[in-house]
């Protein structure tokens, strides 16, 4: 996935559908981790993370973790 952020596009596919995204050079990136008891099956976990970007907007700029 990293490769495809490099190249400034990514195409999504699902099925006979396809999204081509093409990114900007600046995005914000949003990372959130969580761990959740699930009772009997023990603890979940999971890592998101998002990445935001504007057009016809001046973007906030650079790469943010938050």
């Known amino acids: 996935m990293a490769d495809k952020f490099e190249t400034?596009?990514?195409t999504l596919r699902q099925g006979n559908e396809e999204?081509?995204?093409v990114l900007p050079g600046q995005?914000?990136?949003e990372?959130?981790?969580?761990?959740e008891e699930?009772?009997?099956?023990?603890?979940q976990h999971?890592?998101?993370?998002e990445l935001k970007w504007w057009t016809?907007?001046?973007?906030?700029?650079?790469?943010?973790?938050?």
Do not use: F, H, I
């Not at 699930?38 to 603890?43: A, D």
């Not at 999971?46 to 993370?49: A, C, I, K, M, R």
């Not at 016809?56 to 938050?66: A, E, H, I, K, N």
């Open 8 to 10: 400034g596009r990514v």
């Open 31 to 35: 990372v959130k981790a969580e761990d």
């Open 38 to 43: 699930k009772g009997s099956k023990g603890t």
């Open 27 to 29: 995005m914000v990136m």
């Open 46 to 49: 999971s890592l998101e993370v």
């Open 19 to 21: 999204l081509v995204l």
């Open 56 to 66: 016809g907007l001046r973007s906030p700029g650079g790469v943010q973790l938050g």
